[in-house]
């Protein structure tokens, strides 16, 4: 079955991962032919959208990249993903009382959110500022969130749930993604034998990287909460407050 060149052996987003030489299609003989075809055609190259317009590209495609910091090649085409998702009617099941079912809750997030940046901006749309402009007012809206407000009469926590929950979902859907973390894709029908803390089957590898990433992650987050107070005391103090 051909789904990769000889060149994308072991690809992982942006060239990252903690499993170097590590590729879940190594053991794509090892699924049935239905979780096969589910799983490659997710690599196939994107094609036209069929849900986001023009202009909603322009808001989502930098949006979902900072989110998933896709900063570089090679990225997980999680736009093409959500949009097929999306065009096929394939949502969570389930939406947030106040806000419309996930289809139009996107529309209406990212028109918002263009609408911020040209209120902000001196009328310029979200796709024309650079990436920190960008980040500044995505952060805004999970700021938001954070402190329990709300962003354009919706909660702000729902709104970056929206997102998160879309953008995590298609990327962690990606073979790419599991060459990243080391997971070995779909456990039917072969089944896992040895369950346990360290343990392994013979088609998992060891992670080569020591360092625990939560601790460091923990704290960037801290790091950001304290420069955001920062930032907000001297914003106060030039008001004069």
């Not at 940046?117 to 960008?134: D, I, N, P, V, Y």
């Not at 013979?202 to 990287?209: C, F, I, L, S, T």
Request: proline fraction near 6%.
């Amino acid at each position: 079955m051909p789904y990769r060149c000889r060149s994308q052996h072991a690809v992982t987003p942006q060239g990252r991962g903690r499993y170097p030489g590590f590729d879940v299609l190594d053991n794509v003989h090892a699924w049935d032919d239905v979780t096969a075809g589910v799983v490659l055609a997710r690599l196939a190259l994107p094609g036209g959208l069929a849900f986001f317009t023009s202009a909603e590209v322009g808001v989502a495609a930098p949006l979902l990249d900072l989110l998933l910091a896709q900063d570089g090649d090679p990225r997980v085409p999680v736009l093409a993903l959500i949009d097929a998702r999306l065009a096929a009617g394939e949502t969570d099941g389930w939406h947030y009382d106040e806000m419309p079912e996930d289809a139009q809750a996107w529309r209406d997030t990212l028109r918002l959110l263009d609408e911020d940046a040209r209120a902000r901006h001196s009328g310029r749309g979200f796709a024309e500022l650079t990436s920190g402009k960008q980040a500044a007012l995505i952060q805004a809206v999970q700021d938001a969130g954070t402190d329990g407000q709300e962003w354009h009469g919706w909660s702000a926590e729902h709104v970056w749930s929206l997102w998160t929950r879309y953008a995590c979902t298609a990327f962690y859907s990606h073979p790419w993604a599991w060459n990243e973390i080391g997971f070995p894709g779909p456990a039917y029908p072969r089944g896992y034998l040895n369950a346990g803390l360290d343990s392994r089957e013979h088609w998992e590898v060891a992670d080569h990287d020591d360092e625990d990433p939560i601790p460091f992650a923990d704290r960037v987050e801290t790091a950001r909460h304290e420069h955001a107070d920062v930032v907000g005391e001297e914003r106060a103090q030039e008001r004069g407050l």
